[in-house]
C-alpha cells in the first residue's frame, strides 16, 4: 500500500484513485477517508504511486488554486464542518468565549475547563478552533469526539489510541512519531528513560531498532511488553502514558504543553450502557482530571502500596483517590507533577451530570447562539466563497431564507439555498425557499 503525506492531515494511506489518478483516495493519522488531490500529495520514500498515476510537473491543475481552495471549503460547510485551514477566517461572534479559553489555557488552573452548549451551537467549532490556535502557540494538540457506541470512556485503550491518531505538535505535519524521535534527538532524552512505556520506545529508537512494529505498540495498535491492556479498568496506564507525553512536551522539547480536547462528552454517563461501563467510564473521566489537575494523590497511594480489594468487583481501588487501578499493573495515573496537561470537555448542558464530582468542580463555560449580525458576516463570507467557488453570482436574499436559530443548520442550510439557486437560475427564490 502506497503511503502519502499532506501537508495538513498528515501521514496516510493510498485507497483508491480516480478521474485519471487526478485524485487520490487516502486514510490519513486521524482515521477519516479523504478524496485529494495527486498534486498536493508527496510520495514517501519507499512508496511508488498507483499506476494510472503519472507523476509529472507538467500536469494542468483542472480547477485554478483559488477556486479549487473555495470549493473545498464549501463542500466541507455542506456537512457542517469547517476545514482546520480556515477555522480562523470562518470564526465570528465567539471573541468573548475564545478570551475565556485562552485565559485558562495559559494560566494556572490545572481543573479541567467544559464547554457547554445546546446541539449544533457551535462547540465544535470552537474546539475546532482552539486546536489550531493551541497548535500555533507552540501546544502540543490532540481531539477526540467520543461516541457512546464506537468511542465510549469505559474503553480506555480506544480513547488513548484516538488521542495518539489525532496528536499534532509545532505544525500540522509534526504527528506522534515525529514527537517521539524529536525526543530521543534531544541531549534531555534520559529524562524520560525511567517512563515504563514512552522510556522503552525512546531507547528503541535511539538504538535505531524503531521498526512499524514498535510504533504500533506505542500507538496501542499491537502486543509488546508492557503490555497495552484493553480492560475496562486500565485508565491508569494510558493516563500515566498521557502524563508523560505532556511532561515530555514541556520539558524536554520546550512546548508548552499539551492540550487534549474531549467532544461530545455527556455520553459519559450513556443510558444505552449497563451501570457497569458508566461506572468505569467515570473512574476514566476521574483519572483523567485528576492527571489533567496534577493531583499527586495517585502517585502516593502507589508509592505506598495503599489499595483495597472491592468487595463485589475484587478490584483495586486506591485508598485515598477511590480509583479504580489495573489489577495487572498498578502504575500511578500520573507519572510526575506537573505533567503540563489541560484537559477540555465539550457537553450539551446536563445540570445532573454536572452535580457530579469530578464535573461539579470543574470551571465551566456556556455558549449560546451568536447574534443576528454574526450570522449576516458568516453568510457574507459563504456566498463570496461560493461565487468563487462555482463562478455564481449568488441572490443575497437567500440569507433571508435560512433558519438562524442553530449555527450548523444555518451553514448547512445557506449552502443548500445556495445549489438551489444555482440549479434551478429560471426559477423565483421564493418559490425555491419559502417553505
Known sequence: MQSVKHAIYGIGEVQQT???????????????L??????????????????????????EPILPDERFRAREIIEALRLGIVP????????????????????????TDREPLIIAGSYGVGKTHLLNYVYASALKQNRAVAMVELDPAELP????????????????????????????????????????????????????IRAGEDDEYIYEWIEGESPHKPQMYNYS?????????????????????????????????????????????????????KGLVLTGSDDPVSLKE?????????????????????????????LP????????????FAFTPDDDMFEVEPLKSARK???????????????????????LAYDFQADLRVFEYVPKDNTRRFIKGLVEALDLTRFHPDNPIRELLDV
Open 365 to 387: 463555560l456556556e455558549i449560546g447562539s451568536i447574534g443576528m449580525d454574526y450570522f449576516e458576516k458568516i453568510s457574507e463570507k459563504i456566498i463570496s466563497l461560493y461565487n
Open 18 to 32: 480516480r478521474f485519471g489518478g487526478f485524485e487520490i483516495s487516502a486514510r490519513f493519522e486521524d482515521g477519516i
Open 34 to 59: 479523504r478524496w485529494i488531490r495527486q498534486d498536493e500529495l508527496e510520495f514517501l520514500s519507499g512508496s511508488t504511486p498507483p499506476p494510472d498515476i503519472e507523476i509529472s510537473g507538467s500536469v
Open 153 to 204: 470512556l469505559h474503553k480506555p485503550k480506544a480513547i488513548y489510541e484516538a488521542i495518539i491518531h489525532s496528536f499534532k505538535f509545532r505544525t500540522h505535519n509534526g504527528g506522534f512519531r515525529e514527537f517521539l524521535r524529536e525526543i530521543a534527538a534531544s541531549p534531555n532524552w534520559h529524562e524520560l528513560q525511567e517512563h515504563v512505556y514512552l522510556g522503552t520506545v525512546i531507547e528503541k
Open 233 to 285: 479498568t486500565c485508565g491508569n496506564i494510558y493516563c500515566y502514558i498521557l502524563s508523560g507525553i505532556g511532561w515530555a512536551a514541556k520539558n524536554i522539547l520546550g512546548l508548552d504543553g499539551f492540550l487534549i480536547q474531549f467532544d461530545e462528552a455527556e455520553s459519559v454517563d450513556s443510558f444505552w450502557h449497563t451501570s457497569y461501563q458508566n461506572n468505569k467510564s467515570w473512574n476514566f473521566l
Open 302 to 330: 502507589v508509592s505506598m502500596n495503599k489499595f483495597y480489594k472491592h468487595r463485589l468487583y475484587k478490584g483495586w481501588w486506591g485508598y485515598y483517590s477511590d480509583l479504580q487501578y489495573c489489577g495487572h499493573f498498578r
Open 333 to 344: 495515573f500520573t507519572w510526575r507533577v506537573p505533567c503540563n496537561l489541560k484537559i477540555l
Open 84 to 107: 482546520h485551514g480556515q477555522v480562523d477566517e470562518l470564526t465570528f461572534g465567539r471573541d468573548y468565549a475564545i478570551g475565556q479559553i485562552k485565559e485558562w489555557l495559559n494560566g
